[in-house]
């Protein structure tokens, strides 16, 4: 079931307080077929999650209030992670795992910069893996 939908819908949910990287990956995504939602926060994440958003979302570790691992942990507190793939976005070279019980939630560990071309093709490789 979960192979399906993820087949059908082509949905990515970028998380990062840096307005750049949203447009960055709104003009990457959006040509290529992709419905994206971008926000600027963790509350609006788990707002959108909350509002039956489905598909990939990809976390900035390091916000203001509320940070890349504080949204995931409530994202998976709260039973919103089933039916979404989550990686997580940093600036920082090797991911700090400091929750390591958050492991097991996220599919991959991207570092900014990014390629735009690698990226795109990491998170299509996810709706392919999916189908």
């Not at 509350?43 to 598909?55: A, Q, R, S, V, Y």
């Not at 949204?71 to 920082?92: D, H």
């Amino acid at each position: 079931m979960f192979r399906f939908w993820i087949r059908m819908q082509k949905k990515i949910m970028i998380v990062d307080d840096d307005p750049d990287i949203l447009i960055t990956i709104r003009e990457l995504f959006e040509p290529e077929g992709f419905e994206v939602y971008t926000v600027p926060c963790g509350k609006d994440c788990i707002e959108e999650l909350e509002n039956g958003f489905k598909g990939v979302i990809l976390v900035d570790i390091m916000m203001p209030h509320m940070d890349g691992w504080s949204t995931i942990r409530e994202i998976v507190t709260k039973g919103l992670n089933k039916g979404n793939i989550i990686s997580m976005i940093s600036a920082k070279d090797e991911c700090d795992w400091k929750f390591d019980d958050l492991k097991q939630y996220i599919k991959n560990y991207i570092t900014k910069p990014f390629d735009t071309r690698q990226l795109l093709h990491i998170v299509k490789g996810y709706f392919i893996t999916a189908s």
